[in-house]
C-alpha cells in the first residue's frame, strides 16, 4: 500500500532516503527520482555526481546528479518514478536533476539528443523540464524530442504542448528553477510543430513533415546480410532515418540509420518480428512524424557450398 510523504511509514524512514510520494497540496505524486534503466543496447556508461564513468547495466538506478552517457551506436531508455520514459539515441549525454522543493524533475541535455514521453500531470506545480544551453522546455504530458545542434536547440513535438523559454545564465552547477508568473519570450510549441531554439532572434514555430511511406523491402545474401527499406519519396525531404526495435513503444531500439535517399539499410540483425519507425528531415533540419510498421524479418540464407 503507498502512502504520501506525510505519513508514519514515510516519516519513519532516514532521512537521507527520499520519500517515494510527493505531498503536493493534498496530491500524492509519484516522485520521479531514480529512474531506471530499462532498456540497454550496445555500449553506454553511468556518470556519477562528480562525472566518473562506469559501465552502464540494464535495472541499474540512476539519481539525482548521476548521468547517462551513450556511444555512437547505443540507445538507453530510462524510466523515471512517475512513469515518464526518455530514450537517449547515439552521442548522447544527459544529467538528471530536481528542481526546488516541489522536486521538479529536469532532464540536463549536455550532448546529443532525447526523446520523452511525459505523463500527463495533475498539478500545477507537477511538470517535467528539459535543460538545454539554450533555455528551457517545460512540459505537463508529451511526446516530444529535443536535440543540441552546434549553438541552438532543435525541439520538435509530436503530441501535447511545449513551453519553450530563453533561459539567461544558465548555471551549470545548480537546478534550473521553475519561474513563477508569466515568462518572457516563451513560446507554446503544439503537436507536429517545431522550432529552431537560438539564444537570440525570432522564436517561431515550424509545421513538420508528415511521415514518409514504406513501399518496399530487399535483402542481400552473405555472410552479413543487408536488409534495406524503400520508402515513397517525401516532398521537402532532404534526409531520412529509420530505426528498428523490438518493442511497438521503441524503448529497445536496435540500429537506426540515416540517409539522403528515401531508402535506408540495416545490417547484422537476427531474424525476428521488428517494429520499423520511419521519418524526415526538412531543409531546416527539422525532423517529422514518424511512420510505423511492424514487420517480420528473415535474412536470406548464404548459398549453400
Known sequence: MAFCAGSPVVMAKPAAIRAPYIDDNLLCRAQPLPAVVQHLTGEAWKLDAQGRPSVLEEGMVIDELEGVQTSPSAFVSLLLGDGSRVVLPSSSQVRLRLASELAIPQVILEQGQVEAYVLKRTSDHDRFQIVTPVGVLGVRGTHFRVRNDDDQSVVEVLNGLVAVS???????????????????????????????????????????????????????????????????????????????????????IKQENFSSEPRVSFTGLKASFYHVRVSAFDEQGLEGEAGVYDIFYYPPASRVQ
Do not use: C, I
Not at 519570450?185 to 511511406?213: D, I, M, N, S, W
Not at 527499406?229 to 528498428?244: E, K, N, S
Open 166 to 252: 530563453r533561459t539567461e545564465h544558465l548555471d551549470a552547477g545548480r537546478p534550473t528553477e521553475v519561474p513563477e508568473g508569466p515568462v518572457q519570450e516563451q513560446l507554446q510549441v503544439g503537436a507536429r510543430q517545431g522550432v529552431l531554439f537560438k539564444k537570440q532572434g525570432e522564436l517561431k514555430t515550424v509545421e513538420l513533415l508528415g511521415a514518409p511511406r514504406l513501399v518496399g523491402q530487399d535483402g542481400q545474401k552473405g555472410d552479413a546480410p543487408v536488409w534495406t527499406l524503400f520508402l515513397r519519396p517525401l516532398p521537402g525531404a532532404q534526409r531520412y532515418r529509420a530505426q528498428v526495435a523490438s518493442d511497438k513503444a521503441f524503448m529497445n
